[in-house]
């Protein structure tokens, strides 16, 4: 049985409900398509200094959407790293859970939330088996993990969302995209690969898709990316 989230903060969901060696890198969970090809767990990015990615800040565009609005009721960040979108969006008075692989990047964020005097929940946690969180969201954040996944793990992630979203809820996918060939951020993902997963036959609507900019350490002015507003419906 899955325990309810954020009762310890010792403990990790995967370790719970796989009963796992706690001392195995990848909590007991196949290894990720990015995982393999690195060669490191995604903690191991945590564990050596700020990974490319750490802007010390919410990225701009996860700012925007807030400031827009778009972020309500119970909110997922879906690989939320050390937390700063999470915790931006928390200190707008949302109820939110961030959920990541790396153990090294949740302590973070949880020692970030209580510095902050923000009760955001993090958890260690895969977003490939989001069914196990038994929960629902009114919106869904994904900053930067659907464009790490390889096509198999998208198709899993995709059918994971759909457990975890409400009807009428919202995700919103900020990923590297593949359409400027000057100065692409790793994984370029083509506006076609991102819209495959959301079929309308499996209950998806896709709202938009519009060019934005990811920044990182290595791309100050941000590399080009997606923006995909998508929508649960019925099936
Ligand atoms: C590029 S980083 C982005 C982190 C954060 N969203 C941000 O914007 O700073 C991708 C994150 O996804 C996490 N991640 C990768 N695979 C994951 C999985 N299967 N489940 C949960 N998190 C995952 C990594 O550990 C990493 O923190």
């Known amino acids: 049985m899955i325990e309810p989230l954020g009762i310890s903060h010792d ?3 995967m370790s719970k409900q796989t009963g796992l060696r706690a001392d195995d ?4 969970r196949r290894p990720t398509s990015h995982e393999r090809q690195a060669g490191q767990p995604w903690d191991a990015s ?3 200094g ?3 990615w750490e802007i010390g800040a919410p990225q701009p565009a996860v700012v925007r959407l807030a400031d827009a609005g778009v972020f309500t ?3 997922l960040d879906a690989g939320c790293g050390t937390g700063e979108n999470a915790l931006h969006i928390a200190s707008q008075g949302l109820r939110v859970l961030g959920i990541d692989v790396a153990q090294t990047a949740v302590g973070i964020a949880r020692e970030r939330a209580a510095a902050r ?3 955001t929940e993090f958890a260690v946690a895969d977003a490939l088996h989001l069914g196990r969180l038994d929960r629902l969201f009114d919106t ?3 900053c ?3 464009h790490a996944f390889d096509h198999d793990e998208r198709r899993a992630y995709v059918a994971g969302l759909a457990t975890v979203t409400r009807r009428g809820g919202r995700i919103h996918i900020l990923c590297f995209s593949d359409s400027d060939a000057e100065t692409p951020g790793p994984h370029p993902v083509s506006r076609e690969e991102l819209e495959a997963p959301f079929t309308p036959e499996a209950g998806w609507r896709i709202v938009s898709v519009r060019p934005e900019r990811l920044d990182a350490t290595f791309a100050p002015d941000g590399a080009p990316a997606w923006l995909a507003m998508i929508e649960r419906n019925d099936v």
């Not at 890198?25 to 007991?28: K, V």
């Open 144 to 146: 930067a993990l659907f």
């Open 117 to 119: 005097g923000l009760d």
């Open 25 to 28: 890198p990848y909590g007991g």
């Open 140 to 142: 869904v954040l994904d």
């Open 50 to 52: 700020s990974p490319p």
């Open 46 to 48: 945590y564990r050596g």
């Open 11 to 13: 403990d990790t969901v």
């Open 73 to 75: 009721g119970a909110v």
